[in-house]
C-alpha cells in the first residue's frame, strides 16, 4: 500500500526549530517530486516547499524563504523540511505530497496526488 507518513511535528515557542519528516512506504521516492503544503484553521492549503527528486533543485514559497530547508535522502525513502526562526503564523496541518514526476512545478494541490495525514505544527508561547 503507498503511504506518505508525516512525523516532527508539535508546539514550539517564536523562534524555535522543527523538522518534520515525510517517509514513503510501499514505493520508492526515487522518481518524484516532493511538496510541502500546510493549512491552517480557516485558511486554503499553500504550498511551502519543494524538492525534485534528485534533490538537486528546490523551491521555497516567500513565507518559507531563508527560514526553511527542505531535503531528501532517498536511501532512507524519506524527506524533511527543517524548519527555523518559527512564528505564530507558521501554525499550521503539514502535509507532504507526491508530485506527478521528477520535477517540481509550482504549488497547486492539483497536480499532487498522493498526500499524507499530516502533523500539527503550532507555534505559540
Known amino acids: 500500500q503507498l503511504q506518505l507518513v508525516e512525523s516532527g511535528g508539535g508546539l514550539v515557542q517564536p523562534g524555535g526549530s522543527l523538522r518534520l519528516s515525510c517517509a514513503a512506504s510501499?514505493?520508492?521516492?526515487?522518481?518524484?517530486?516532493i511538496g510541502w503544503f500546510r493549512q491552517a484553521p480557516g485558511k486554503e492549503r499553500e504550498g511551502v516547499s519543494c524538492?525534485?527528486?534528485?534533490?538537486?533543485?528546490?523551491n521555497y514559497a516567500d513565507s518559507a524563504k531563508g527560514r526553511f530547508t527542505i531535503s531528501r535522502d532517498n536511501a532512507k525513502n524519506t524527506v524533511y523540511l527543517q524548519m527555523n526562526s518559527l512564528k505564530p503564523e507558521d501554525t499550521a496541518v503539514y502535509y507532504c505530497?507526491?508530485?506527478?514526476?521528477?520535477?517540481?512545478?509550482?504549488?497547486?494541490?492539483?497536480?499532487?496526488?498522493?498526500w499524507g495525514q499530516g502533523t500539527q505544527v503550532t507555534v505559540s508561547s
Open positions: 505530497a507526491l508530485a506527478a514526476g521528477y520535477y517540481c512545478s509550482g504549488y497547486d494541490y492539483r497536480k499532487y496526488g498522493y
Open positions: 524538492i525534485n527528486s534528485s534533490g538537486g533543485y528546490t
Open positions: 510501499g514505493f520508492t521516492l526515487d522518481y518524484y517530486a
